[in-house]
C-alpha cells in the first residue's frame, strides 16, 4: 500500500490548545520517540507541561497539541518573555517521527504564531543547538522564515553552540 492511500485512510490531524492531565504520558512517548533528545531535555518537556497543568496561564506556557484519532503526534510550547514588551518564546516544538513531512510542525508553528500576533505581536525566538543532530531543525525554522539572531559559541558544551532564530510576529490587519 502506497503512503498516500494509507495517509488517506488515517484519521485526521485536530489540533487544541487546553492542555489535560492525560497529555503527560503521551508527551513522555512523544518525546522519547525523538532521537535527538537526549533524556534531561525529555524531563524538561514534560516539566514545561506539568508547570502549566499546576498553575495555569500563569505558568506562561502555552501548548499546541496535535492529535490523530487519540495519538498524540506533535505539539509545541511558547510563552511571552519575562519583562520584555511583545517578545515570546518558542521553547518545545516536536512531531512523532512517523507524521514527519506531513506539515504538522509547520501548522504548529504557525497556530503558535498567529497566537501571539493575536496577543499584539512581537517577535518570535527560537533557541536550538549547533549539534549535527539539529540540522533539520535549523532548516525547518529557515524555512518558515525565521533567520539566524545568534551564535553563542560553545553554550551548552564545548563544540556545541546555541543557536537563536527570530521572527517578526505581527498583527494581521
Known sequence: MSARAKNARAPAVRFRTRPRAGDVEALRALVARIDAFSAEECAVASELLEERLARGVRSGYWFIFAEQGRELVG???????????????????????HAEGRGIGRRLLELAEQDIARRGGGRMYIETSSRAAYARTRRFYRAAGYRQAARLRDFYAPTDDKIVFEKVVAPRD
Open 75 to 97: 505539539y509545541c510550547v511558547f510563552g511571552p518573555v519575562p519583562m520584555t514588551a511583545a517578545s515570546y518564546d518558542l521553547y518545545w516544538i516536536a512531531t512523532a517521527p
